[in-house]
């Protein structure tokens, strides 16, 4: 299923399920966002396990948004998880590029997710976030809440 997005500019969006043919078209995507802002050091061999490995995953579902040029402006990763009275969705990845953020295509995106893992049976979205403020307004804004019966743990290895 495609769903075409016309925004106020005019500007022509669409979005279809990811695949892995799709992985080398957003993997510059994904490298530059999170060297650039995130300031991390993926290559392109790590980005490219990574995405590979979420799309892959049993139950992956995921999402990409396309301009009308078909030029990649955003996507979205995740996988249903069973758990023994629901069936939840976990949101791995949600990534879009930077010079077209803040123009409403993470929040189309996003809805476009839970609209349709809804559909598929899901009963809710878990996802880690960044703890800083962007993050948590647009997740806030987007009505998601902080756990009160999860805490992530880790433990760092030498």
């Not at 399920?17 to 050091?41: A, G, H, W």
């Not at 987007?142 to 433990?155: E, I």
């Amino acid at each position: 299923m495609i769903l075409t997005l016309i925004k106020e500019d005019e500007k022509v969006m669409n979005i279809r399920d990811m695949n892995i043919d799709d992985i080398k078209r957003v993997i510059d995507l994904y490298i530059n966002y999170y060297n650039e802002i995130e300031k991390s050091c993926w290559t392109e061999k790590t980005a490219y396990k990574r995405i590979h490995q979420v799309l892959t995953i049993e139950d992956s579902y995921s999402l990409i948004m396309e301009d009308a040029e078909n030029k990649v402006v955003g996507f979205v990763m995740g996988y249903f998880k069973q758990y023994d009275d629901i069936l939840g969705y976990c949101l791995e990845e949600i990534i879009i590029k930077y010079n077209e953020q803040n123009k409403g295509f993470g929040r189309e995106l996003l809805n476009e997710i839970e609209k349709r893992v809804v559909e598929k049976g899901a009963s809710c979205i878990e996802l880690q976030a960044v703890n800083d403020k962007m993050h948590s307004y647009f997740y806030c804004k987007a009505g998601y809440l902080n756990s009160d019966s999860f805490v992530n743990k880790v433990k760092w290895f030498a």
